[in-house]
Nanobody
């Protein structure tokens, strides 16, 4: 499985941005996808995930109510809608696909920069 993330960029605080992650290859093995982020000097943080079959979502408290994960099964793509962005949201964002109970596949990071 290969994951291609896109959509990062520069946004003003309070603004919005949407990230996309397209999966290709043996996608039938995927049962969920998630977004992590990692800011300089900090550990990688799980911010949200979505069950590929049920659409059930989970969000970290730090983004709950501001970020929304959605999916398009036909396009094998997951989206991360980010609203009300804050300076603390600035990080490299990574998408990952879960298979057999673990995050087995990772995309390249996409950088989100929030200006105040």
């Amino acid at each position: 499985v290969q994951l291609q993330a896109s959509g990062g960029g520069l946004v003003q605080a309070g603004g919005s941005l949407i990230l996309s992650c397209a999966a290709s290859g043996r996608t039938v093995s995927i049962d969920g996808m998630a977004w992590f982020r990692q800011a300089p000097g900090k550990e990688r943080e799980l911010i949200g995930e979505i069950n590929w079959n049920t659409g059930r979502t989970y969000y970290a408290d730090s983004v709950k109510g501001r970020f929304t994960i959605s999916k398009d099964n036909a396009k094998n793509t997951v989206y991360l809608q980010m609203n009300s962005l804050k300076s603390e949201d600035m990080a490299n964002y990574y998408c990952t696909a879960r298979s057999n109970g673990r995050y087995a596949y990772w995309g390249q990071g996409t950088l989100v920069t929030v200006s105040s």
